[in-house]
């Protein structure tokens, strides 16, 4: 895209001051109809060291009620970032609905600095570019306005800039050894930065290349881009977007209906299984701590099919300062405002942590699914959109365990009448689990269709049988311990 | 794409049976659903030789009624489909709104089989796949729905059916000695086939790769994914899309107002340049149609501006068998019923041809903008696709000249009369001309903002001043033979 760029031609001053005053006022009359429509809208500021996207930015967002936007300048991930998904610390800063995130930077100032300093193979370059393109995709498809403007300068420019910032005391500061090494290595640079330009330039969020050598004309572009983008987008309501292929490795799954719910453990095995295993899954802990392994357990199931109990047996084995327990229930408002994914995002481990999950981002293909709260088009899409989601994760290194905790009908009426008539259980029975219960069939056919598409084997389904609660914890321990082992090894 | 493909399960063979019947069923039933939603669907398969693309899409086809699609099998293209752009044998055969269009391979066989047999450098295959984005673009983002099927088998399997096929008199006749070749350099193919996939996989009309090893389930494979992708196609409405950045080289141009249209000529003068420039052209037109240079003149401009006579300045110096004059009126339904430039890429001439075009394609961004005959997004990104469309052009070696016949308002009003008042001239005036003059200030706003955005070095707008018709003839020709002078050095 850069090679072969011709810039935009430049207008006289006067027109330039007068399309800013009627550009900076159309975004500035934007802003309610982006809040009154829900939009959520991402503008990344990239390119050249000393380029102007600073400036600029602070122009752009004079016009903005600070109420509704938010600006994140991103250097270089910290320790504590570094210990996520590479995405993580992009992820976690989508805006809400109608409002505006600008960032200084971002995920493509990561990729092509990693690339430029031989940090990056090709390999797995591509990898992150498959990842970018998934995560834009994903964010669009959700109804993200996601913008990105690459500033550009040419060597002449950028080193007149350096030179002059240099020579002032007072901004001598503002020259980065990176800017300096850009400049050195100008060409070189130029076609990384082309390389994934093009590589992520996508119909539904494109590159805007942005002349940078006069602040006032890339103000004005930016600002005109931008206006027409949101005309663009406000016009939208939400969309159905196309049902990608599967292209992840996926293994074959029993349905519900032919899983056996007969086994059964004895006391005493179990009190010796739980007590071995417990104290494996311990000694495990500590070496995938010190490994910096990150392990995610999620636990999805019938309602009283024993999810609590189950995962306390785990807990029970850890270290309390390497796992957290995230119970989820219906998203707040901050949540349902963006991407359904984000509040998973938000609650992921650290690197050498275990973090389980009572309940997840499976909600989106049942009970979001069968209650409407999510269109038919959204639920479908969720299967690759958890798929991409779980091979981040995957890729990133997690060991990822998933349950499914299964009863029959029989027993979850047993254990609703049983919590019922007993007073201490009472908080645990709502008229929603009885209403959730008519569903049933339903609800399996959902359960069925969610394991087949999501069974991956990177990130694998493991039914436990749970009609007798000792059955079911002694797999799971069992499970979870030969995931870890095998990672480890 | 195929690197790393896993392939989907395959149910047994009851269940295929089963969820065949199911597919056909909707497949069968969307239908009216599609004629009455308008939805245009344009289905490509291509992949290996032997992998059974034909039998698959007889298959499908069975499903449809036959008033609501078309099949075309491409194969090389024709001496006279050699002489358009590359993509015409594919444009113009884009399906109606609620109709199906079939192509047995496309332009991704076309493609790859260049870059094997090494008849494609590498620069000239990515601007055919520049093209081939921008092609498939500007089909989604008008409404189309484009799904692309890629048929895949493995080396064994390939040789297993050609072997099957020679062996029996009957069918030797199908392998073709692509098939024998594609299996001798398997790996290679695999590649070029892979490489294409990946550089032309957008998520508005993603590839969908199939398993083509059994019949029945490659066929169950298309079907879903086809029947989904059209259930969801069907919620959407007409949608608004990003405005692309302009990535072409634009050149400055004043505007209307600021033309000065005292220039004229005496008929001394006229009578003399017209002679020699007309011999001169004749001259040139033989030249061209020799080295098979293909020439567009586009005529755009006001009421009774003197189009007309203009064109036949021109026409009256070429040779009656290598141009054509296309009068261009309000779309009939079959026209309307596609991509807006689709009627356009139907008169495109052949290479040594001029086409002259007496009112254009850019109607869009005119009258159809003025008119409300499409949306603001439609016309806003009419720009872009204009300037990719004759991007094309210019590519293809076509020389592009186009005019904007320009008068005052006053001229117009003495013309106009004079056509009211003249009883032989008055066909040529109409109670729209008197409306459309009404809305002179809007049109030339409109205009104005065309030629600024549609200024492309390689498809310049040339403004003749018309106030004297004679002046704005002789420049015209001027132009024609500069332009064309230009491209035959």
Known sequence: MLENWR?????????????????REKLSGQQMKIKEHGLPVLVLFEGWGTAGKGSVLGKVIRNIDPRFFKVATMDVPTEEEKRKPFLYRYFVKIPEKGKFMFLDSGWMDEITQDCLSGNLTEKDYKKKIESVKRFERQLTDNGYLVM???????QKEQKKRIDALKEDKNTDWRVSGKDDWQNRHYEKCLKVFDRYLNDTNAPADPWYLIDAKNRKWAELQVLEILVSAIDTALKNSAMAVPLLQNVFPLEKIPKLSEIALDK??????YRKELHELQKKLGELHNKLYRKKVPVIIAYEGWDAAGKGGNIKRITGALDPRGFEVHPIASPEPHEKARHYLWRFWNRLPK???IAIFDRT????????RLEGFCSENEWQRAYNEINEFEKELSDWGAVIVKFWVQIDKDTQLARFTDRQNTPEKQWKITDEDWRNREKWDLYEDAVNEMLKKTNTTY???????????????IKALKIVIKAIEQELE
Chains 1, 2 share one sequence.
């Open 7 to 23: 810039k935009p031609q430049r207008p006289d001053e006067a027109e330039v001051e007068e399309r800013l005053k009627i550009a």
């Open 148 to 154: 990105k403007f690459f500033f550009q300068i040419s």
């Open 361 to 368: 981002w499976y909600g989106r293909v049942m009970v979001e």
């Open 459 to 473: 990130a694998p389904w493991h039914v436990l049988e749970s009609n007798d609660k000792k059955y079911a914890r």
């Open 351 to 353: 690197t050498g942590h």
């Open 264 to 269: 059964t453990l004895t006391n005493e095995e």
